[in-house]
């Protein structure tokens, strides 16, 4: 048994000790405080040495009245002293001369069966007798606390307010195991090194004195440090898995004009998703200057008349419409600003960021959202490159059984939607495809665009185990604290 240098010597103690069971109070160290025994009791009992129980004891103390009674005497002992001597005592006497304390005194000497007759308490024959039952509740109280007070005076005294105060505490007794009885104290475990100090090393103690080997089952305490939220913790997951292929991070802002998030990606102005009950619309009096004038009338052309060979949606567009502002719906907006202002080939972002939808939350909407966005721009892009990396992305998550649906938005031709089938179901993820010409052609983009926007909260209660999407953002302490990242 390996024990410490306290351990062995509560241990020694108990062990010498003639009582088979003994209170902890009673176990005296020369050199111990009462802590490090007490410590040390909890560690023999870990290791079986020993057991403990323990009981809760009442104690009781002098209250205010009664460290005043000690002082002054009891009430009852004053007045039978003043009768003793005169004869005689007038209620109205004692009342002004002991104030509150006159209806004690007589309440407790009537008691005794002293009782007052038109106003005047008389000295009974037995006063001897009484005098020295009430001293000895007078010398009683200096012994309250040594308990050596018989029942009778504690009784009396427990019914008086405030002269005695009941204390609890809890006594832990000690009964050492058939083991802890057997067991030897080897002069080196009480020897053996348990804390380096820089004398240790210097002195070269540690030459003929062991270490103390660590308990690695010892029972701690657990503790909570801070960590990152599981969707934290998942977002940076994604961005890692983007960035170590080699992706470029974009970020973007909630609010956005809704000729970047709509008009530039051809979404026709009367689309359906623009209405008020898909897109959180800007209440704003004053629009701050439209960012990149120039592409206004680029756009406008596109949606007016197409480009070479495309005829556009033939309707009038309108510029007011694209300044207005808005939360942004989806962060296709950050490729499509990305490209504009990078259009080198080639090109490969990502961003995982926050959306905002006028969506009535259930257990499977959030009006929030992030959506995990990228798109490679490549002479070498085209839709199988699109295939394989939604693939290797999943992959990396631990989803491997993946369907590619053909699919329809403005801006993607052709368009597809990635739908992960997990236990049988199947979970949409999001959309994807490669960006119509009406959009890369009309900013002067010479090659394909590649570009998936892709649901992160469906993903992350799938990967949580959560049976509501709402628990993501309720943060339920125990949830928190018990969660494992296992991505
Ligand atoms: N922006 C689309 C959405 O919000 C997803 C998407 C991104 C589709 C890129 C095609 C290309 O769902």
């Known amino acids: 048994m390996d024990l410490g240098p306290n351990e062995s010597r509560v241990l020694k103690f108990l062990q010498e000790s003639s009582k088979p069971s003994i209170e902890e109070s009673d176990i005296t160290i020369v050199g111990m405080s009462r802590q490090e025994i007490s410590a040390a009791v909890s560690w023999l009992e870990v290791k079986g040495i020993l057991t403990t129980t323990k009981s809760e004891v009442r104690i009781w103390k002098l209250g205010d009245e009664g460290r005043r009674y000690l002082e002054t005497g009891l ?21 002004n001369s002991f104030g509150a304390e006159g209806r004690i005194a007589l309440a407790q000497l009537a008691k005794f069966g002293m009782k007052p007759a038109n106003g005047l308490l008389a000295c009974p024959a037995e006063v001897e007798r009484i005098f020295s039952e009430i001293s000895k509740r007078q010398d009683s109280l200096s012994k309250i606390e040594s308990g050596s007070v018989s029942k009778e005076v504690l009784d009396n005294f427990k019914s008086r307010e405030t002269l005695l105060q ?99 990606l051809f979404i026709p102005q009367d689309h359906a998703a623009r209405d008020m009950q898909d897109t959180f619309y800007l209440d704003a009096k004053v629009n701050p200057p439209y960012e990149h004038e120039e592409s206004l009338p680029i756009f406008s052309k596109v949606h007016e008349h197409g480009i070479h060979g495309y005829s556009g949606w033939e309707y009038n567009f309108s510029e007011s419409e694209s300044r207005r502002l808005l939360l942004r719906t989806h962060t296709t907006v950050s490729t499509i600003r ?18 905002f939808r006028h969506e009535s939350v259930d257990w499977k909407h959030l009006a929030e959202l992030h959506q995990v966005e990228g798109a490679v721009y490549s002479k070498n892009a085209n839709l199988s490159t699109l295939k394989w990396l939604m693939r290797e992305f999943y992959a990396q998550l631990g989803f491997t ?42 900013i002067g983009l010479k090659y394909p665009v590649i570009a998936w926007g892709l649901g992160l909260e469906r993903l992350a209660m799938t990967i949580f185990g959560l049976k509501d999407i709402r628990e993501i953002y309720t943060s339920d302490i125990e949830w928190l604290r018990n969660f494992k990242a296992r991505f």
């Not at 202002?341 to 972002?349: C, I, K, L, T, V």
């Open 166 to 264: 009941e204390l609890k505490h809890t006594v832990r007794s000690v009964t050492l195991t058939k083991i802890g009885k057997s067991a030897t104290i080897s002069e080196q475990s009480g020897n053996l090194i348990d804390e380096v100090t820089p004398e240790i090393i210097s002195s070269h103690a540690w030459d003929n004195r062991g270490f103390r080997k660590y308990n690695l089952n010892a029972p701690v305490e657990r503790t909570f440090s801070s960590y990152y939220h599981p969707l934290g913790s998942l977002i940076r997951r994604v961005r890692d898995i983007f960035l170590r292929m080699g992706f470029t991070e974009m970020t973007g802002h909630y609010v956005e004009y809704a000729g970047w998030n709509m008009d530039s």
């Open 75 to 95: 009430p009852e002992l004053r007045a039978l002293k003043i009768l003793r001597e005169k004869g005689t005592l007038a209620v109205r006497d004692l009342m």
């Open 338 to 355: 990305y490209l504009y202002e990078h259009r080198n080939a080639p090109q490969a972002m990502f961003s995982v960021e926050k959306v």
């Open 401 to 442: 059984d993946l369907e590619l649906i053909p699919s329809y938005y403005p801006y993607t031709e052709p368009s597809m939607d990635v739908v992960a089938r997990i236990d049988g179901k199947e979970l949409e993820l999001g959309g994807s495809g490669v960006f119509r010409p009406e959009v890369t052609k009309a």
